[in-house]
């Protein structure tokens, strides 16, 4: 069974930077719909920013200018460098490998805290 990975959260104060790294142990990522999600306490899990396997990318509108997300195919690894962080970022953040109808894998998620 597939397992994604995230690692690299942690506790950071606002207008600090993390980057969050997703690893694989049997997708490609490159031949795949990829994505960081994210779920705060008491709201609803969020898109963060998607990465088609064509090369488009989107970003939510609060993460834009801020968050980006990238691949190194050599490693088969995915990553959201977050920067600029702001309290509200703070939430479990996932990676995800989408299917033909949206996510169909999800990793444990990684703890971000922004503290103001």
């Known amino acids: 069974q597939e397992q994604l990975v995230e690692s690299g959260g942690g506790l950071v104060q606002a207008g600090g930077s993390l980057r969050l790294s997703c690893a694989a142990s049997t997708i490609v990522f490159r031949l795949n719909t990829v994505g960081w999600y994210r779920q705060a306490p008491g709201k609803e899990r969020e898109l963060v920013a998607l990465r088609s396997s064509g090369g488009s990318i989107n970003y939510a509108e609060s993460v834009k200018g801020r968050f980006t997300i990238s691949r190194d195919d050599a490693k088969n690894a995915m990553y959201l460098q977050m920067n600029s962080l702001k309290p509200e970022d703070t939430a479990v953040y996932y990676c995800?490998?989408?299917?033909?109808?949206?996510?169909?894998?999800w990793g444990r998620g990684t703890q971000v805290t922004v503290s103001s």
């Open positions: 995800s490998v989408h299917g033909t109808y949206g996510p169909a894998y």
